[in-house]
């Protein structure tokens, strides 16, 4: 449990930077998509989701490149500085259908939302490095709900701001909430020294870029990261149709966001509170990445087989409400076993690189799909979305076979660091540390 007063510190710093982030991510991700999905935009997306893919990776590279030069601390600053700069002086020029510099701003918050959460995460890592993994799950779980809980926040302020304001300039108050994270993370990094040790020239060697990611682990990571974005995309394109279709105007569309956004968020945070910990010391690490995956198999089973709105809703709120909870506090413990000078680049290239890959792998299926049933850029009719619906359903299949990959490896390394503390405890004289042995293990 945590007691102390410097502990209860310790954790309320991450846990409101990161919640006031959500809480900043709903309200700009409200404004946007009230203005964005007016009209043709959803004939849009799966170009803007393309661009953001092939952007992913030098964003990644460059941010990459600033912690090596910097060191990682600066170069959160800096991103978060980024950010807020170009958000908050767009939006007041931003306007709702075919406009360029909208089309720039709906690809540029998921894609530098991405690297900041990844970025905060990464400090919540380095701030709890070394605490003990029962702790260390504790502490992710609370944080995880401080998220949720900011995002239900967000919710509410961008469901009162729609009565009050433009759209636009919600993205504008989301720029000034990213500045007020900045300065909690600017007390962190000041209050609490870094934990990870760089690697030293000798130690790197001839060492290849692509090194952190040797490791069967990593790898196996990736491929999860992969298929849960492509599945996500999915189901995504299949809501934001569900709300194209509505034909609502900017207000409409800003209350359906901020509804959606509320319910999704409220239901996340239960599930966190009551389930996300129970399911962890019940089943670890390997079997809570299964949940979501298990459950969006039922999901898309049922959207397959009743291909109506309330089926993708329903799929919609699986997805997000279990990705959100359960699925995200364990994800990022996922990282806490590679090695804290690896971290950052693995995090980055799985969350930041690969993930984005696998959604530009389905968005250049869908920019096919849209020439096809919109040649001259409106539909005739309502979107058949079944190939979607079936997509996903084999995409999340073959994602739960990752997991349970993974959960068997996890496993097998556990036995095996069992077997050689027994060996330890009958030949001592001829073992390390038994502590060091099962180091990392989950």
């Given at each position: 449990?945590?007691?102390?007063?410097?502990?209860?510190?310790?954790?309320?710093?991450?846990?409101?930077?990161?919640?006031?982030?959500?809480?900043?991510?709903?309200i700009t991700k409200t404004g946007r998509d009230a203005l964005?999905?007016?009209g043709a935009g959803i004939l849009q997306l799966p170009v803007a989701t393309m661009i953001i893919a092939a952007a992913s990776l030098p964003l990644a590279i460059i941010f990459v490149k600033a912690m090596k030069i910097w060191g990682a601390r600066p170069a959160r600053i800096g991103i978060l500085i980024f950010a807020a700069a170009v958000i908050g002086a767009s939006?007041?020029?931003?306007?709702?259908?075919d406009s360029p510099l909208l089309f720039a701003i709906f690809m540029f918050v998921p894609s530098i939302f991405g690297i900041l959460f990844a970025s905060l995460w990464l400090l919540a890592s380095d701030i709890f490095e070394g605490?003990?993994?029962n702790t260390a799950a504790q502490i992710f779980s609370r944080i995880g709900a401080s998220s949720l809980a900011g995002g239900m926040l967000g919710g509410f302020a961008a469901k009162g701001l729609a009565m009050m304001i433009e759209a636009r300039w919600m993205l504008f108050i989301g720029a000034i909430l990213i500045v007020a994270v900045m300065g909690l993370v600017l007390m962190m990094h000041r209050r609490y020294p870094t934990n990870i040790r760089a690697k030293s020239a000798s130690e790197e060697g001839n060492r290849h870029y692509l090194a952190p990611l040797s490791n069967v682990y990593a790898r196996t990571l990736l491929l999860i990261a992969m298929a849960g974005a492509l599945a996500g995309l999915l189901i995504d394109v299949q809501f934001y149709i569900v709300a194209t279709e509505a034909k609502m105007?900017?207000?409409?569309?800003?209350?359906?966001?901020?509804?959606?956004?509320?319910l999704l968020n409220l239901s996340s945070l239960l599930l966190q509170l009551f389930l996300a910990p129970k399911i962890q010391n019940r089943i670890g690490l390997g079997g809570g990445l299964m949940v979501l995956p298990f459950a969006l198999?039922?999901?898309?089973?049922f959207a397959t087989a009743a291909a109506t709105a309330f089926g993708r809703s329903v799929l919609k709120v699986t997805e997000g409400g279990l990705r959100s909870s359960i699925h995200r506090s364990i994800w990022e413990q996922a990282f806490?076993?590679?090695e804290s000078s690896d971290r950052s680049f693995v995090k980055l290239a799985i969350d930041g690189v690969a993930a984005r890959v696998a959604e530009g792998a389905g968005a250049m299926a869908m920019f096919f799909w849209v020439r096809a049933v919109a040649p001259d850029g409106m539909p005739d009719g309502p979107l058949d979305t079944a190939w979607m619906t079936w997509l996903t359903l084999f995409t999340v299949i073959v994602w739960l076979a990752i997991t349970h990959k993974l959960r068997n490896q996890l496993r097998?390394?556990?036995?095996?660091?069992?077997?050689?503390?027994?060996?330890?405890?009958?030949?001592?004289?001829q073992c390390p540390c038994t502590t060091e042995l099962g180091k990392g293990i989950p």
């Open positions: 449990m945590i007691t102390l007063n410097e502990d209860r510190l310790k954790f309320l710093f991450p846990a409101l930077a990161i919640g006031l982030l959500t809480a900043a991510f709903v964005f999905f007016q939006a007041p020029f931003l306007r709702p259908g605490t003990p993994k105007d900017e207000q409409g569309n800003a209350n359906f966001f901020a509804n959606f956004y509320i198999l039922g999901s898309a089973t806490i076993r590679i097998k390394e556990k036995a095996a660091a069992k077997q050689r503390e027994m060996e330890c405890e009958r030949f001592p004289e």
